[in-house]
């Protein structure tokens, strides 16, 4: 996306549309993860390649909204029941809005034999565990789930989620995370050793236990560390014209350093100009010029000039190398998809007899296994 989406506190810039219904918001770790990690306006075992009316598709026009479209789509055990179409809005702000534009049958009566059926939003963290140094676990842990009830899921409705701050907003320091209004929902806690604020239960909850942050995490904020305030520090600056400049708030006084540090006279800096641009939000289907997902993806170029390559000390030779070594990359990347996807076909075989776990290691380690649990 265009903007970074805030998400149970996380920002989230990279994000996978799914045909199914839902948009999945986290690292593609096990295929699993996109039942912990998503955010549903409607997901179901949609297919869309079942009618040359249905569309997956998205639009980002860069001014702080992120559309995806899932039009006509129809179920693929259920054909009967007709075409589905729904959107998902997610805003730079972090609101987030499902429409409905047509919902032909009850989602009680969506089968959920060969695909689950959720509405709304969840997120989840990874632990991975070692026993004995030879065998590693990974588990996931869906420590929150927003689910909507399904009785309001009908046609022409719109359903707002408007986005909380979470205490891992707050990392500028001690003091600030203690005197949050996240920690007045959530008991926040600041851990010195990680520089963070956090509740305990997030993405980056292993790195919270492994700093033993749950035991010596400061929760009062009487006990936060003394703290240098840049108010103080260019607390009062004369600048090369004589004219003297006294910052009045910690925005101001960075602001201000930056402005010394490259001699240059200061300019106004509007902190209310932050809010004023706010986002559209909708009363219909959004309507705009879409882009088709397709099997292959978004893909992203970039393009080097001569000029451009002679600046950063590369020159023709160095170009083609980088240009080889791509190609060769999406050549591997490419072939490993197609023999896991048709494990039947040479190159599955291929990839099946010479998997890592068939490898021999001369260490302790030559016995590991993988082995995945989920927790809900």
């Given at each position: ?11 989230v810039k990279n994000i996978t549309i799914a045909t199914g219904g839902f948009i999945y918001t986290g690292d593609f770790i096990h295929q699993w993860m996109t039942s912990t990690q998503y955010i549903a306006p409607l997901m179901a075992n949609f297919a869309p ?123 500028e320091g001690c003091v600030e995370c203690l005197e949050s209004p996240a920690n007045e929902v959530f008991r926040c806690g600041w851990c010195s050793q990680l520089k963070r604020c956090s509740h305990g239960v997030d993405r980056l909850k292993q790195d919270w236990m492994m700093a033993q942050c749950h035991e010596n995490a400061i929760v009062d ?156």
């Amino acid at each position: 996306m265009s903007f970074e989406l805030p998400f149970y506190g996380h920002m989230v810039k990279n994000i996978t549309i799914a045909t199914g219904g839902f948009i999945y918001t986290g690292d593609f770790i096990h295929q699993w993860m996109t039942s912990t990690q998503y955010i549903a306006p409607l997901m179901a075992n949609f297919a869309p390649g079942l009618h040359n009316d249905s569309f997956v598709r998205y639009l980002d026009a860069g001014d702080g909204v992120f559309v995806v479209e899932w039009k006509n789509v129809i179920l693929h055990d259920q054909p009967d029941y007709g075409n589905f179409t729904f959107q998902a809005l997610l805003y730079e702000t972090g609101d987030i809005f499902f429409i409905y534009e047509k919902i032909p049958a009850s989602i009680h009566n969506i089968s959920t034999l060969w695909h689950p059926v959720k509405v709304g939003l969840a997120d989840a963290y990874m632990f991975i565990s070692e026993y004995l140094h030879r065998y590693r676990q990974r588990t996931f842990y869906q420590y929150h789930a927003v689910k909507l009830d399904y009785m309001k899921i009908a046609n022409n409705k719109i359903i707002h989620m408007k986005h909380q701050s979470t205490c891992i907003t707050y990392n500028e320091g001690c003091v600030e995370c203690l005197e949050s209004p996240a920690n007045e929902v959530f008991r926040c806690g600041w851990c010195s050793q990680l520089k963070r604020c956090s509740h305990g239960v997030d993405r980056l909850k292993q790195d919270w236990m492994m700093a033993q942050c749950h035991e010596n995490a400061i929760v009062d904020v009487n006990m936060c560390p003394s703290e240098i305030s840049p108010n103080a520090t260019y607390a009062s600056v004369t600048m090369a014209t004589g004219v003297q400049a006294t910052p009045t708030s910690k925005i101001e006084a960075v602001t201000l350093a930056r402005a010394l540090s490259k001699n240059t006279p200061e300019t106004e800096f509007n902190t209310n100009s932050l809010l004023t641009n706010s986002a559209r939000y909708p009363d219909a289907m959004y309507a705009g010029q879409f882009s088709n997902v397709t099997a292959d993806g978004a893909e992203s170029e970039t393009h080097f000039t001569t000029k451009n390559a002679a600046r950063i000390g590369i020159g023709v030779g160095g170009i083609a190398a980088i240009v080889a070594v791509s190609l060769f990359i999406i050549f591997v990347i490419g072939w490993v998809y197609y023999a896991y996807s048709h494990p039947t076909s040479a190159s599955g075989q291929f990839l099946i007899k010479y998997r890592p776990n068939n490898w021999r290691l001369s260490n302790a380690r030559a016995n590991t296994r993988y082995q995945v649990a989920l927790h809900m």
